[in-house]
């Protein structure tokens, strides 16, 4: 479940002038994980050594795989395809055709383990005309060994957590009756590189039916194998939420005065924050020429502990600046430079505490990658991302939970011949 959180920031800068690919063919089933993938496919007749460029690109395939696996169990994992409309440069009668998808298995974000391949029914004997379209058995099923490869001794048990990543796949014509044409192929290969794939967890298995009592002996005997009895320990860990946190930062403003105690001919501001929801940028004389001010957004945390594999972003937006006595200035004036990164063991904060808390027993190995900070000098006449954090998970945990701690260096250019007032804007920060 998606939460949305949003906070407001007064931001307030005074002066002198006042200043401031597959697309499934039906319904996905619960439980399933899937991934979608464009091909590039093209065709290829190895007895007559010709290939083909067929134009196909973007060609959108879903691979299906269960997101939870008993140990020891056998995986399937699902090809659902369209027909190819190859754009053959010739006719190919009384072709049969089957698909042949393959996909590279491996732990999560580690190197392949190996690949297996899955054969398709062949279709009926059919006439492909020039131009026509190449269509095959669907969806294809792909059986994964339950060890990882013929005569390697790794097994996958309770705990793994396996990638099945989308490799080649082809069309194969079976029996064609022109024999030039046997073993011709559409040929489909990723055309991005697929950093994960359907991902699978190995899950234990319980006892079939649990014991309670036994007898370890019989008679004036003693040792041996003895006998052993089922206790099955069940725990639930329930979500958490998706929570954001503003703490104070007050670095002094560059480029403006403390102006504070100014109040006249109008109210002067500070050049440092105060608190967690006023930035201040400071009090500056209407300049002759455009006077960028540098300020500093308040320190933000986010944290998660849904505990699950789940993405976010941190994005603020901007009013225009206005005073009370109507005059105004353009929210592109500001821009923001943010930065993201994970908290460490000394700047991991509690949601939770009254006040700036380290949480205690924090591990940082445990937080998940995959955060990202916006780009440089973005400009609030939109939109502005300050985080984003994709799916990657933490490979000990198993989940995208973390604590995070974004920043973002602002800068403020007042127009030449700004009027003097007091402006004053709103920020909405929005973690969703």
């Known amino acids: 479940m998606k939460r949305s959180v949003s906070r407001r920031i007064g931001v307030v800068m005074v002066g002198l002038l006042a200043a401031t690919g597959l697309s499934m063919s039906s319904a996905q089933q619960a439980g399933a994980a899937t991934i979608s993938v464009p091909f590039v496919c093209a065709f290829n007749a190895p007895s007559l050594a010709a290939s083909y460029d067929l134009g196909i690109t973007n ?13 020891g169990s056998a995986i399937s994992v699902t090809y659902d395809f369209p027909s190819v409309n190859a754009s053959l440069p010739f006719a190919i009668t009384g072709a049969q055709v089957r698909a042949e998808p393959t996909i590279d298995i491996r732990k999560q974000s580690g190197s392949a383990l190996f690949n297996a391949t899955g054969t398709g029914a062949t279709g009926s004997s ?84 649990p014991s309670s009592n036994c007898s370890a002996q019989t008679g004036d005997t003693t040792g041996g194998a003895g006998c052993a009895t089922d206790q099955i320990v069940r ?13 104070t930062n007050s670095t002094s403003t560059s480029g403006s005065t403390d102006g504070s105690g100014t109040t006249t001919p109008v109210l002067g501001t500070s050049n440092a924050n105060n608190n967690a929801t006023s930035v201040n940028l400071g009090t500056i004389t209407s300049p002759l020429a455009p006077a960028p001010i540098s300020g500093t957004l308040n320190d933000i945390t986010v944290s998660d502990t849904r505990g699950g594999s789940y993405g976010w972003s941190l994005t603020a937006t901007l009013t225009n600046f206005t005073s009370a006595t109507g005059k105004s200035m353009a929210k592109s004036t500001l821009t923001a430079t943010p930065g993201c990164a994970t908290a460490t063991n000394i700047t991991a904060w509690d949601y939770s505490a009254p006040s700036k ?67 004053t804007a709103t920020m909405t920060i929005t973690l969703a």
């Open 357 to 423: 808390a380290v949480i205690s027993g924090f591990d940082s190995s445990l937080v998940a990658p995959g955060q990202a900070a916006g780009s440089s000098a973005q400009s609030f006449s939109g939109t502005v991302s300050l985080c984003t954090k994709n799916t990657d998970e933490n490979l000990t945990t198993g989940t995208t939970g973390g604590v995070y701690n974004v920043t973002s260096a602002l800068t403020l250019t007042v127009p030449a011949f700004q009027s003097a007032d007091r402006y």
């Open 126 to 209: 059919t006439t492909i005309s020039i131009g026509g379209s190449v269509s095959a058995p669907m969806p294809v099923t792909i059986n994964v060994p339950t060890t990882t490869g013929a005569g390697a001794p790794t097994t996958f048990v309770a705990g793994d957590k396996l990638e099945f990543v989308p490799a080649l796949f082809k069309y194969t014509f079976v029996a064609a009756d022109d024999a030039n044409l046997v073993g011709a192929q559409v040929a489909c290969t990723p055309q991005t590189s697929t950093s994960y794939g359907a991902r699978t967890t190995i899950a234990g298995v319980l006892p079939a039916s």
């Open 235 to 247: 725990l639930s860990v329930l979500q958490g939420q998706l929570t954001q946190r503003t703490y």
């Open 59 to 71: 060609y959108s395939v879903t691979m299906t795989a269960p997101e939870v696996s008993d140990a």
